[in-house]
């Protein structure tokens, strides 16, 4: 709801008065209990403001008396609003007129506008009985017509808004007359309309309602109690209608402010006369009154700020219930007993050490809630300060500079601000305003280190810190609060912000995420320290950060294949001695250091004394000569750990065949599955049979001819590897002095069966010129001249190694065949 001065919506009007040449005053109407928020008028348009520098002026509304701001102000709007609930009966009782008081202050230049409010009664209280029953005694011989008082019902409201009449419950014997006293309040008789007969009926209970005039009406109700008694007809009488005191304020507990009195012409209890408050108010709780003396003393706070009068309802009954009334008026009378109070409207506390002289800093409002000479205020500075007070609109004061301020010599000043009243004895006050001289940025932060480094182990967890960085500023305050970042950049791709974060208070470096050594094992980030200084200033650090590796990768077997991806068999010749190579595990760790050194262990084998492994090595070689009594088919279970703590390990089968021939071995397809495999396979064991037979027979002949000529046995290997290089994955980097294999690093083996003294093996360390594992691998015959000496039979070697390779592709062929049918 808004009042403007143009009209006031719900029957209010508004008045607005211009009080003053310069600075007019301005004045409201509106209702109390007005919700918060709502608008009582534009006050910038109404005083013709400029609704764009309300803000840059600091406008805002202060009360005169420094008591509860009820008003706001939206600074946007130029609109006066509610800021505090207006209850007007608790702002002036019963008061015909209630108006606050309000002030409009704006700055720059110092501007004070007064605001009247005056605040409209609403209907917002009922009317109150004193009792919740009325007891009256009426003797049976009461004539028809008889009047007896009844109780005024009291309503905190006024004018329309209060008690505008009664109304009586429709009976046999009473009616209601309504009266009205000198002040416009209106009370009830009850009339005796019909005569009344104690023997018929002793009590008669009658309900009396109370009503105002607002809208929607109020009401309030007491139960009337008529005893019938014998006659009583004397009313006690005041020696005065209305009774005036005088009382300061702070008075005394206990302090007699008037005795009231009254007198009754009946005799006994007829004539006993009580006094007491006839009404529902609090001045009860300020004053007593003596039910037999008619005493009036001081019972609760008298304040002359709070309440400067009071007027109260007496009543003076007889013994048997018949009254009359008086009003007494008390008036407070002010003493000076409130000290100045010093508020503090405005203050620039941080000052540049440049400003000039007489600029003003600050605006002092000076108060006192005393009345005439009391409130009279004379206010002073020190004057060892660069400051002073120049007075301005009516109780406000600007401080000013009064000189040149050197932040070097003076940081900080301590102002004391004094006021004193004219009261007699006078009081004063006085207030410390704190001022400061404010820097000036001229320093970057400087780190504590012109680098920081970090250490880490991988596998982190997310969070956790790597290591604090600080950064010293010399300035003062926000100039020397130093604020950390990273700077932006990437590591392996990413965002650093990704990896690591920095707390911009405390310079603590925290991970982001987990970090992985084998993907990379240090990098670098910027860090900036920034001041908060007008314009920042900032430097940069270098941080490295290091990744120190954990045992976090099992050992990888790539040869044999483990177990379920493929089924790899070695032959082992029945001629090999004790000491000859028979097959190598091939391992490696993607961890380094210790963590990727690996050991090698046979954890069970077919024949626990016929095979050992090196430790180191991976290489598996015969513990002693084979007999004929060892089985066939042995197979070992070999154990490859690292070296880190706690240790990993992984685990591969090796299938070894005792045989010099293939055809020798019926049962070498129950190594791997029973006899659910297609005629397909058959036929391929068939076919690789025969054509291992067939190899054998050649290589026996060739080895016949060469035994003749040389009749020199020379056994270049013992044993038999096939490790075909593919088994190498793509993805190990090399890896030197760890322990584990180099990705370069591959053997192949050419094998035959017979004579131990016709067996070889040709072994090679391939460079990087080295084959595909999908294409043809072909050597000439003078690669083996080393090998087998320089003889005259060199093309007839070269010839029998071409036919050796022929067969060792075709014998390879058919055997990848035969694995993945088995797959």
């Known amino acids: 709801m808004a009042y403007s001065r143009y009209g006031l919506h719900y029957g209010f009007t508004l008045v607005l008065l211009v009080l003053h040449p310069v600075f007019g005053d301005v004045s409201y109407s509106i209702p109390e209990e007005m919700k918060r928020g709502s608008v009582i008028g534009n006050i910038a348009k109404d005083l013709g403001l400029d609704l764009g520098r309300l803000s840059a ?9 420094n008591n509860v701001q009820y008003c706001g102000l939206n600074l946007n709007t130029g609109d006066l609003i509610v800021q505090e609930r207006i209850d007007r009966e608790g702002l002036c009782a019963r008061k015909a007129s209630c108006v606050l008081k309000q002030e409009l202050v704006l700055e720059n230049p110092l501007e004070l506008h007064r605001i009247s409010i005056n605040v409209l009664d609403i209907n917002d209280n009922s009317p109150q009985f004193k009792e919740d029953s009325l007891k009256i005694e009426i003797r049976e011989s009461a004539v028809i017509g008889a009047r007896f008082l009844l109780d005024e019902a009291h309503d905190g409201d006024i004018n329309e808004n209060t008690v505008q009449g009664y109304s009586l419950q429709q009976n046999d014997h009473f009616k209601l007359n309504i009266k009205t006293k000198g002040n416009g309040r209106k009370y009830g008789e009850l009339v005796l309309d019909k005569e ?6 002793k009590e008669i209970m009658l309900l009396l309602t109370a009503f105002d005039g607002g809208s929607p009406q109020r009401s309030g109700t007491v139960v009337i109690h008529v005893t019938v008694l014998d006659a009583n007809d004397n009313v006690p009488v005041f020696s005065q209608s209305v009774y005036k005191a005088s009382l300061p304020e702070n008075s005394p507990l206990d302090t007699l402010v008037i005795t009231v009195s009254a007198t009754d012409a009946d005799e006994g209890i007829n004539g006993e006369i009580t006094y007491g408050f006839d009404h529902v108010s609090d001045e009860n709780q300020v004053f007593s009154l003596n039910a037999k003396t008619g005493d009036v003393n001081v019972a609760g706070s008298i304040d002359y700020e709070k309440q400067s009068s009071y007027e109260m309802q007496i009543s003076a009954k007889d013994g048997l219930g018949l009254a009359s ?9 002010d003493i000076n007993d409130n000290a100045p109070v010093i508020s503090l409207k405005s203050l620039t506390k941080q000052i540049p050490e440049n400003v000039s002289p007489g600029t003003e800093v600050g605006i002092i409002n000076v108060q006192d809630r005393d009345s005439d000479n009391n409130r009279q205020v004379r206010c002073s500075i020190q004057q060892n300060v660069p400051f002073k007070l120049v007075p301005s609109i009516k109780n406000y004061y600007s401080l000013v500079t009064t000189g040149q301020l050197d932040r070097e010599l003076v940081s900080d000043y301590n102002i004391t601000i004094s006021a004193t009243d004219e009261g007699s004895p006078p009081l004063s006050s006085s207030k410390t305003v704190q001022l400061s001289v404010a820097d000036i940025n001229d320093n970057p932060p400087v780190f504590e280190e012109q680098s920081y480094s970090a250490y880490v182990s991988e596998n982190n967890k997310p969070g956790s810190t790597l290591c604090s960085v600080t950064a010293r500023d010399p300035d003062w305050r926000q100039n020397g609060t130093v604020i950390y970042s990273l700077l932006p950049g990437e590591v392996n791709g ?26 990379f094992r240090s990098f670098k980030v910027q860090v900036m320290a920034r001041d908060n200084g007008s314009p920042p200033l900032s430097s940069n650090v270098t941080v490295s950060v290091f990744i120190s590796d954990v045992n976090d990768n099992s050992p990888q077997i790539l040869y044999p294949a483990p177990e379920g991806n493929s089924f790899m068999t070695e032959l082992v010749p029945k001629a090999a001695h004790g000491g000859s190579l028979v097959s190598k595990v091939i391992a490696v760790d993607a961890d380094s250091g210790q963590n990727a050194w690996l050991s090698y262990h046979i954890v069970k084998s077919t024949d626990p004394g016929l095979f050992t492994i090196g430790l180191h090595s991976g290489e598996i070689r015969t513990q002693r000569d084979i007999s004929e009594s060892d089985s066939m088919k042995q197979n070992l279970i070999v154990s490859v750990k690292d070296n880190g703590q706690p240790s990993l390990s992984a685990t591969c089968s090796m299938y070894l065949l005792i045989s010099d021939n ?17 005629k397909l396979t058959s036929y391929l064991i068939i076919a690789l049979v025969s054509v291992s037979t067939f190899f054998l027979t050649f290589i026996i002949i060739i080895l016949g001819v060469r035994f003749c000529r040389r009749r020199k046995p ?32 591959k053997y192949d083996a050419y094998l035959t069966t017979g004579s131990r003294t016709s067996d070889f093996k040709f072994v090679s360390s391939y460079n990087d010129n080295t084959l595909p594992a999908d294409q043809t691998l072909r050597k ?13 039979g060199s093309l007839e ?24 049918i088995q797959s």
Not at 797 to 820: D, K, P, Q, W, Y
């Open 325 to 333: 009334y008086a009003t007494l008026t008390i008036e407070i009378t």
């Open 494 to 519: 990413a965002p650093v912000s990704s990896y690591l974060s920095v707390n911009g208070d405390t310079g603590v470096i925290h991970a982001v995420r987990s970090f992985d050594y084998e993907q």
């Open 780 to 792: 000439s015959p003078s690669d083996f001249a080393e090998v087998f000496g320089d003889c005259s």
């Open 797 to 820: 070697v070269g010839i029998h190694f071409e036919l050796l390779n022929s067969f060792l592709a075709c014998f390879f062929t058919l055997s990848m065949v035969l694995n993945s």
């Open 662 to 678: 293939l055809a020798e071995v019926p049962e070498l397809k129950d190594i791997s599955y029973d006899d659910k495999n297609s």
């Open 714 to 745: 020379r056994l270049l290997f013992d044993g038999a590897v096939a490790i075909p290089s593919a088994y190498l994955p793509p993805n190990y980097a090399d890896v030197d002095g760890t322990g584990t294999l180099r990705s370069t690093y």
């Open 57 to 65: 002026r600091k406008a805002r509304i202060d009360t005169e008396d």
């Open 196 to 201: 009344l007969d104690r023997e018929d009926k």
